[in-house]
């Protein structure tokens, strides 16, 4: 048999025929060959495509594990220490995020080590089974080219520094379990009963416990079975019923814990009440200027593939096979939308829970050009598609490859943050760490939480964070009154102060009673450190009798204080070991 380009077809194994899972489409079915790049099955070939794209995602961030941590990790970090510890969350720290993350991280430094190359391998490990879920739910409603694709994309997206790649965020974490009952989800289809409808449901809930976002994923799988219509509505409510039932359940599952923890009032205060006045803080015409500084800071490297997606998005009006998914990918995006802008704050982080689905719209406008190319000679019906996926996965590497490839973790944070002082809060913590003991408290007057992570000791307030007492809100007074009398009463051993703005971010509205109070505070303690953020390049660490003198030339610095020893405290630290840690 010869085509009519004149070439000899390759033979292939025998064609299965299955329903088709085509929105709005009623029992239809269509014919799926098992081989290949074009295949509906996963072959060899594709697997191993696969594997490559993990082992070279993986092989990038092995390069910067070590990688100090950043406020949100530090966050995670500490929360995750005082749970191994047992401590419950917000008892003694603070924040309006759901537990599960610090469950989570709990669980990496446990296994892989309390590190923050143990943590970032955590996120390797989390990255790598996002890339394998995102393959193998594309490849369960699009042929195998769109699920390579999707991968590849979402591989090469997630390791831009425009999302912060070194940083393990809780929207890392949020993709997995989300991905996961998206394919339970999808294969509960095939099945009588609503068993597999509440597994896919615990799946989301346990994505909206890692952080509130990823509740959007729920929202997309009851409004995803609400609208299949090719079923009567009675199986669809209860597939319904079971979704929100399963997803319901992790979160019960969190506020039993806190109760009997005895946490309860302050995790709902945190996470409800705080977070309903954070999240609705922000005024449309601000959420507009923060969604246009996110898109100055993320295209100019991946504008290419977002380019592609829109192509994809544009071939559910054109091309027939990508219509035929119109309720999941329109579902989808919309939901994923909806997380990313979440109190419209807009945050570069907050874009990758929108990874997956420019994934699939990538691979949807590949498979939508091949089709369209099905009639022309191979070199064109295989170059023109494979050119399309990866000249702008190959742009946005290179464009990126200083930091992927050369640059010490450090000088990547110096590009990625600036000079916030990531790489500075390792040697003021271990600078602490050394002169004091695991009973002894410690204080930061800013929103450094690494610092608390990397010395390992308890901090004297729950405000590991300070944004919330800069916000106009209406508990940021008392938040304030509270972090004073906190650190009044547990007199920490050291304080550091933080003079870097985005470790506050102050408005004109700013209530600034508590640098009132710590301009009278610091008079019980001794400067003992200074550090100056000078330059990319240059940070100037000044300690002992030099830093009590010392006038910086930045306007970005931090301060350590020790508190003035009494008699009693000056014989119960006079050992030898002790005076050679002060001396130093």
Excluded at 114 to 134: F, K, N, P, Q, R
Excluded at 187 to 194: E, F, L, N, Y
Excluded at 446 to 452: A, L, R
Aim: with cysteine.
């Amino acid at each position: 048999m010869t085509s009519v380009s004149g070439v000899t077809p390759v033979a292939i194994e025998p064609k299965e025929t299955r329903p088709d899972d085509a929105d709005g489409l009623v029992g239809t079915h269509r014919t799926y060959s098992a081989t290949g790049w074009l295949s509906k099955h996963p072959n060899a070939w594709a697997w191993a495509l696969l594997i490559l794209i993990v082992l070279g995602a993986a092989a990038i961030r092995l390069r910067v594990l070590d990688a100090p941590l950043d406020r949100d990790e530090g966050e995670y970090a500490y929360f995750a220490q005082l749970l191994l510890q047992g401590i419950p969350p917000y008892a003694q720290a603070y924040n309006f995020k759901m537990p599960g993350i610090y469950a989570v991280y709990a669980l990496m430094l446990a296994v892989l080590g309390e590190t923050s190359a143990g943590i970032h391998l955590g996120l390797l490990v989390a990255t790598s089974l996002t890339i394998v879920l995102m393959f193998l739910v594309a490849a369960r409603l699009f042929e195998v080219r769109v699920a390579i694709v999707a991968a590849a994309t979402f591989a090469a997206l997630s390791l831009s520094p425009r999302f912060f790649f070194t940083a393990a965020y809780a929207e890392h974490f949020v993709l997995p379990v989300a991905l996961a009952g998206m394919l339970v989800l999808l294969a509960a289809g095939d099945h009588r009963g609503v068993a597999r409808f509440l597994a896919s449901g615990a799946l989301f809930g346990t994505a909206f416990v890692v952080k509130q976002s990823g509740g959007a994923f729920a929202l997309f799988a009851v409004l995803y079975v609400l609208t299949d219509t090719r079923r009567d509505v009675q199986r669809r409510l209860a597939a319904s019923v079971a979704l929100v039932a399963g997803a319901l359940a992790p979160f019960v599952a969190v506020c039993l814990f806190m109760l009997q923890a005895g946490t309860f009032p302050s995790f709902w205060f945190w996470t409800v009440t705080y977070a309903a006045k954070y999240g609705t803080a922000m005024s449309l015409a601000t959420g507009k200027f923060h969604l246009g500084q996110a898109l100055r800071w993320i295209l100019p490297t991946s504008y290419l593939v977002v380019a592609l997606a829109g192509l994809g998005l544009s071939a559910l009006f054109w091309d027939a096979g990508a219509r035929a998914r119109l309720r999941f990918i329109t579902l989808l995006l919309g939901t994923s939308l909806l997380a990313t802008s979440a109190g419209l704050y807009f945050r570069p982080q907050y874009f990758i829970l929108l990874l997956p689905v420019l994934g699939i719209l990538a691979g949807v406008a590949v498979d939508a050009i091949a089709r369209r190319l099905s009639s022309v000679r191979p070199t064109l019906r295989y170059g023109i598609p494979i050119a399309l996926a990866a000249i702008p996965l190959v742009h946005l590497v290179y464009l990126e490859r200083a930091m992927l490839f050369t640059d010490s973790p450090r000088q990547v944070l110096r590009t990625i943050y600036g000079f916030n002082p990531f790489p500075e809060s390792v040697e003021i913590a271990r600078y602490i760490s050394e002169r004091t003991s695991a009973d002894d408290r410690i204080a930061v007057v800013g929103s450094e939480p690494q610092i608390y992570f990397y010395a390992r000791r308890l901090a004297a307030t729950g405000y590991i964070y300070t944004y919330a007492l800069m916000e106009h809100q209406p508990y940021a007074a008392a938040m304030q009154r509270q972090m004073i009398h906190e650190i009044e009463t547990w007199n920490p051993r050291f304080v550091v102060f933080v003079n870097v703005y985005t470790s506050w971010i102050l408005t004109p509205d700013s209530d600034k009673t508590i640098f009132t109070w710590f301009d009278q505070y610091q008079r019980r303690f001794d400067r003992v450190g200074f550090v100056e953020i000078v330059s990319a390049a240059q940070t100037r660490y000044v300690w002992g009798p030099e830093a009590a003198v010392y006038a910086p030339r930045s306007d970005i610095w931090l301060a350590i204080f020790e508190r003035k020893t009494t008699p009693r405290e000056t014989d119960e630290s006079s050992g030898p070991e002790r005076r050679a840690a002060r001396d130093r």
